[in-house]
């Protein structure tokens, strides 16, 4: 019979958003206007920085957007949908039509 697997889990962070989260995140692509969108985790995944330490990574759907659109999305993009980030969204959205 085989040994089970013990995996350490000492040290290891909980990721900050869940799948399933209402959520508020950047625009990935960086060439496009820096903006949030009302989006929702689809999936966490666990990946490794520049330095090696473990960080997560989130599958997100942006809400009204074909599921083509999904993305993996690092951490620093996703926000949590409160009032306070709703009204950086609403500056971010005036600041990118000033721009145009």
């Known amino acids: 019979m085989e040994e089970p697997r013990v995996i350490a889990t000492r040290g290891l962070k909980q990721a900050n958003f869940s799948v399933g989260e209402k959520i508020l995140c950047y625009e ?12 929702k985790i689809l ?12 960080v997560p990574e989130y599958l997100v759907h942006f809400n009204g957007w074909n599921s083509s659109w999904d993305r993996w999305a690092p951490e620093e993009y996703v926000l949590k949908h409160t009032e306070e980030n709703i009204d950086l969204q609403r500056r971010l959205q005036e600041d990118a039509k000033d721009k145009l």
């Open 28 to 39: 990935p692509d960086v060439s496009k206007a820096r903006v949030l969108y009302e989006s």
């Open 43 to 54: 999936d966490v995944d666990w990946t490794r920085d520049e330095k090696g330490k473990r």
